[in-house]
């Protein structure tokens, strides 16, 4: 809504421009520019009646609490002649419908005062019917429409209007020259036979005024606010008419927004009166609406008395009668349809009485269950953690499209990716689906900052956010996951040498630490096999027998297909699965205080026999006794035989309460020996 | 004949405290030590000719070599204090390096600026009292519109500005919705916060994104009222804008505004070099929303207010263009 300071000016004294702005502003009327006195307005979906000059000066009459000089205007008695014919399919979908038939009508240019207005209002002057149509809406908020009499006109020589909703097959070509087609859920105005108007939003070619119109009907309506808008979102555009009927047009005063543009047309196009019906099928009726003080008082935190209370009420402009000491009743005005809880009036009270000058307080009472839950708690161990890692927190999109799935060579398998659950109404083909994994949103980061600068040092990166897994019907099972990413970058050129490459074991510790940092000291990995992986780089982590994640060196196909120049480590784990095996309780373990003995074991074995293996082999057979295992060195190659490993490992005894004795350990250590020849095929070497 | 004596020890504590003084280092004192005081050593060797002096004498002329004794030691001791410190400092100014070489960079790990932003809001409003809640981000219509009192004409509904599953089911446009889920299965007083991931069927651009992050909060209780909606998002603003204001003292402004969940309505401002910057919605909650989810509206009253993250992170910094926060360029990352 546009407007300018003189106009209102013109209906209400107004403050120098800036205070003025901050007069729309403290009565919730947005300002969205403000230039040399022209205003441009944001009206709120529950104000109709600010869409109109007369309706702004009303407004800020009761926030300044200056005098209001709006011009009377009367309805003028209905002309009968019996030629105009209103019919009214729905009373709920047009509760008022007034319509003018005048003659002798010059169409011809607006005096310059009314194109001013218009221009000021944001409007483009036509002629001088269209612009006092135009003119009308922008001083009372109702806006008009003036049809060319002749597309309403019977083969009887009458005048015929029909509202009524569209059928189907029908359509309509509008002002603008656009076609519609039209259907139930569009509320039309019709001559005898066809659509000549859309209802509140914009009138037919056929039906417009020409330069050599004549004979003009004016139509002054009250739609409902529910047909325009059915209209509006069917056949997809809005106007300023449109605006209003959707919020609201005061139903009391169609009457005289016609007499007002009647007047108008008398004396700037020469129109003289022939016939004028006023079709009232659904009055409108004023309800009544109780106000306590108490209430008041205690939503808003202030300290008014009753008379105050009623002076607020009626610098709106509202009708207040006193129903005891302690309530008001308050008629709702015929220009407002926000009204009708006690509720509305408090807002009311509380936007006279002015947002700003309620004191600032604090609520009182306790909250046990303050701050963060215990996944929450969890949630921020988990990320505290991977920081300490080292790793850059990254903020993916949730959404994703079925390309980058496929580039990251998901397929539906169980932890990783499900059928997507795809957007109905996407607005953009990269964002479709909701993402199964982090996977794609991981592999995009790096590629991103590898695209930056080929030379970057390596990309170290986690996210903690949701993925969306699809279940029968209903919402889908929103589910916490835990994606790290590390690219293998060019290692940094430096005078200190000994910056370590990133490899898979960089990943496997910072996962590890993770795990263990959170309390889940018994992790398992196994030898894995994920299409997204290097067949011999991927490994699967168990947790009490649960699959909670899989980490490994991305396969070369993929790193390819996301154009990534290194080579790349993922991790991926289901935080809400892992979160069920932990807890935060914590027993103490006594230092210990006997001394422990060291030992180490080289062995020559089967190089498909894994890590996880001997050290499961080693400390079953150790027993309680043995507080730790390291494998010190790996090698193979000459001398060690082909299709062999030589490991060596060192290990750790120690007994809590005594000192151990080598016989002791020897004995251990013959077990362990054993059980490794015995059951990995192990030599000894010496 | 014992002022023979006597004078020898004179003359062998003189030149014993020129030989020490002339130490070079721990080596020769060492051998310096047991010239004079080792079994072989002087001192010692003068001892030995005590035999010749007088019962009476004795005593006397033994305590003069005692504390001569005592004296060098002291000497020594000394002497080889100073040399152990010329050495150390000797052998340290060789391991001298150049301290403004610059060394290794250790992988730093950063929080997200966004996740800062929603730490601090956490924190601010969990010692304020408030729990933190969460709901899904799958909605159903009922919970994301109908149960908050916006109309099925409303516009927030249409295709062209929410994302939608199917007709029931849609990506929340607001975290409101989390309101009703906690409200369903709490009996009042409830006073939470909910922050999370929103969507908005928007283009993407410098101020737009179709998904990004918001923090509904709510206050239900008996005596809740408008002042103390106030009171609390003013408190809760100072403190996340701390130092941000150049006074110290930030000012924030409530405008009447309209929502169909609460009545009466406003949006909170704040005073940034010298404008006004809108944040976020607020209100009393409708009584209608408590009704629909079977609260007694005559007892309990509450505020709710909901504000993005984004835009509170991109003031803080002064980011200017909201994509920089999902596009994760590790250079723009790295500075918070």
Known sequence: ?686 | MSSEIENQLHELEQNANDQIAALANLAEWEETRRGLLGKKGSLTGLLRGMGKLSPEERPRVGALVNQTRERLEAALEERRDALKRMEQNAALASEAIDVTLPPLPLPRGRRHPLMQTWDDIVRIFSNLGYSVAEGPEVENSYYNFDALNIGPDHPARAERDTLFIDDDRLLRTETSAVQIRVMENTEPPVKIIAPGRVYRRDAVDRTHSPIFHQVEGLLVAEGVSFGDLKGTLTTFLQQLFEGISKTGNLQTRFRPHHFPFTEPSAEFDVLFNGKWLELGGCGMVHPKVLENVGYNSEKYTGFAFGFGIERMTMIKYGIDDIRLFYENDLRFLEQF
């Open chain 1, 1 to 686: 809504m546009r407007i300018s300071q003189d106009w209102l000016n013109q209906y209400v004294d107004t403050p120098p421009e800036e205070e003025l702005e901050h007069v729309f502003e403290m009565a919730g009327i947005g300002v969205e520019e403000r230039e040399n006195g022209q205003f441009t307005l944001e009206i709120t979906s529950n104000r109709g009646d600010w869409l109109g000059a007369f309706g702004l000066a009303r407004e800020v009459a009761a926030m300044t609490g200056n005098r209001l000089r709006l011009p009377v205007i009367e309805e003028a008695a209905p002309v009968t002649a019996k030629s105009l014919k209103v019919e009214m399919e729905n009373a709920a979908d047009c509760t008022r419908y007034h319509a003018t038939l005048l003659e002798n009508i010059k169409i011809a240019e607006s005096p310059q005062w009314l194109q001013k207005r218009l221009i000021a209002g944001g409007m483009r002057p036509q002629n001088n019917v269209v612009d006092i149509t135009n003119y009308v809406m922008l001083e009372m908020g109702q806006p008009l429409h003036a049809f060319d009499a002749d597309s309403i006109a019977t083969s009887t020589g009458g005048h015929h209007i029909v509202v009524r909703r569209a059928r189907i097959g029908e359509s309509i070509i509008t002002l603008d020259g656009l076609e519609h087609q039209l259907s139930h859920d569009v509320l039309c105005i019709c001559n005898h036979k066809e659509p000549v108007a859309v209802a509140g939003l914009m009138g037919g070619a056929s039906s417009e005024v020409k330069d050599h119109t004549a004979k003009v009907l004016l139509e002054s309506a009250h739609f409902a606010p529910a047909a325009v808008r059915s209209s509006g979102r069917t056949l997809n555009f809005g106007t300023e008419a449109s605006r209003r009927f959707e919020r609201w047009v005061d139903p009391a005063a169609t009457a005289r927004a016609a007499a007002r543009a009647t007047q108008l047309l008398c004396e700037l196009a020469g129109a003289n009166v022939v016939e004028s019906i006023d079709v009232n099928a659904a009055p409108w009726h004023a309800e009544m609406v109780e106000i306590r003080l108490a209430r008041t008082n205690a939503m808003l935190g202030l300290k008014l008395d009753l008379p105050t209370l009623s002076a607020l009420l009626e610098r709106l402009r509202l009708k207040v009668l006193l129903k005891d000491n302690a309530t008001l009743v308050v008629e709702t005005p015929s220009w407002r349809n926000d009204i009708s809880r006690e509720v509305d009036l408090i807002e009311e009270v509380a936007r006279v009485h002015g947002y700003d000058k309620i004191p600032q307080t604090l609520p009182t009472g306790a909250n046990v269950a303050a701050g963060r839950s215990l996944v929450q708690r969890l949630e921020e161990k988990a990320r505290s953690l991977l920081l300490r890692s080292g790793l850059q927190e990254v903020v993916t999109y949730s959404l994703e499209n079925a390309e980058k799935v496929a580039k990251a060579g998901l397929i539906e398998n169980g932890l990783l990716a499900s059928p997507p659950l795809q957007l109905r109404n996407p607005l953009s083909e990269d964002y479709t689906q909701l993402r199964t994994s982090m996977l794609p949103s991981l592999l995009g980061v790096l590629q991103k900052n590898a695209g930056n600068d080929p030379k970057a040092e390596a990309a170290r990166i986690f996210e903690l956010a949701r993925v969306y897994l699809p279940k029968n019907g209903g919402l889908p099972d929103e589910r916490r996951r835990v994606g790290i990413a590390l690219s293998a970058a060019v290692p940094l050129a430096h005078w200190q040498k000994g910056s370590a490459a990133t490899d898979f074991f960089s990943l496997k510790a910072i996962v590890n630490n993770f795990l263990e940092g959170l309390g889940a000291h018994y992790a398992e990995y196994r030898t894995a096999s994920n299409q997204q992986f290097h067949p011999g780089r991927c490994a699967s982590i168990t947790l009490e027998g649960e699959d909670i994640g899989v980490l490994g060196e991305i396969h070369p196909t993929i790193q390819e297909n996301w154009d990534l120049p290194q080579r790349a480590y993922v991790a991926l784990l289901d935080f809400d699965a892992l979160v069920r095996h932990l807890t935060l309780r914590r027993v103490y373990q006594p230092i210990p205080k006997y001394p422990p003995v060291d030992r180490d074991l080289a062995i020559l074995l089967d190089e498909s026999i894994s890590a996880a293996r001997v050290n499961a082999v080693i400390k079953k057979a150790a027993g309680d006794l043995l507080e730790r295992l390291d494998v010190f060195d790996l090698y193979t190659g000459p001398p060690v035989p082909e299709g062999k490993k030589s490991m060596a490992l060192s290990l750790r005894f120690r007994d809590p309460l005594r000192t151990l004795n080598d016989g002791m350990v020897d004995e251990l250590i013959e077990n362990i020996v054993g059980a490794l020849e015995h059951e990995c095929g192990a030599q000894l070497r010496k």
